[in-house]
């Protein structure tokens, strides 16, 4: 089993910036992608960036230029540094983890972070 924990989340004012981490740990054998979603309440859960173990990204559009996706892959940890956020970044954030074994992929989500953006 594999436990992630984000930290970071907190209220921060439009313009402004946070730095989200999440640390993986327990049985683990390959995290070959890690990702941060998000979701508020009404709507679904979107994904905002990921990254491959090689260091491969993508972001949602609506992210792309503000926030950057980055890994410790020493310390099995993954960042989310978010500049220049807006109301509408508002969401919980999870952290998401793929970890890959002779048997196939595990997936596994974080208990989520919450950011706020608001004056």
């Not at 984000?6 to 981490?21: K, Y």
């Not at 890994?71 to 508002?90: C, G, H, I, W, Y």
């Amino acid at each position: 089993q594999v436990h992630l924990v984000e930290s970071g989340g907190g209220l921060v004012q439009p313009g402004g910036s946070l730095r989200l981490s999440c640390a993986a740990s327990g049985s683990i054998f390959g995290l070959n992608r890690m990702a941060w979603y998000r979701q508020s309440p009404g709507k679904e859960r979107e994904l905002v960036a990921e990254i491959t173990d090689y260091g491969s990204t993508n972001y949602a559009a609506s992210v792309k230029g503000r926030i950057t996706i980055s890994r410790d892959n020493a310390k099995n940890t993954v960042f989310l540094q978010m500049d220049s956020l807006k109301p509408e970044d508002t969401a919980a954030y999870y952290c998401y983890a793929v970890d890959m074994s002779w048997r196939g992929h595990y997936t596994y989500w974080g208990q989520g972070t919450q950011v706020t953006v608001s004056s």
